[in-house]
């Protein structure tokens, strides 16, 4: 069982920066991969990006390649995602992700564990 509560959302200009924090508790952070959603209103919850445990293997959806940079900190029992270059089409709920096993996934149903998510606006 994890625990895992969302930061850093807020408003931003187009073309502004955020960093989203992910912090876990209640079990080993080391022994998850961590995904990172996003859900816009009306729209299905999609995959951003994905650490493997220790951390040395990401992916990210093709569409935002570039623009997100998603890391951790087991130390800290933290993941990041790092965005730059915002669009207005970025807006929704971002969502932190926890799976068990080895492979990271850009699927929905493969994770176990999520948080309750943090807003992201940004205005044009």
């Known amino acids: 069982q994890v625990q895992l509560v969302e930061s850093g959302g807020g408003l931003v200009q187009a073309g502004g920066s955020l960093r989203l924090s992910c912090v876990a508790s209640g079990s080993t952070f080391s022994t998850f991969v961590m995904g990172w959603f996003r859900q816009a209103p009306g729209e299905e919850r999609e995959f951003v990006a994905a650490?493997?445990?220790?951390?040395?293997?990401?992916n990210r959806a093709a569409s935002l390649k570039g623009r997100v940079t998603i890391s951790r900190d087991n130390a800290m029992n933290t993941v990041y995602l790092q965005m730059s270059d915002l669009k207005p089409e970025d807006t929704g709920i971002y969502y932190c992700?926890?799976?068990?096993?080895?492979?990271?996934?850009?699927?929905?149903?493969?994770?176990?564990?999520w948080g309750q998510g943090t807003q992201v606006t940004v205005s044009s």
């Open positions: 650490i493997s445990r220790a951390g040395e293997n990401t």
């Open positions: 992700a926890a799976k068990g096993g080895k492979a990271a996934s850009s699927r929905v149903s493969a994770y176990d564990y």
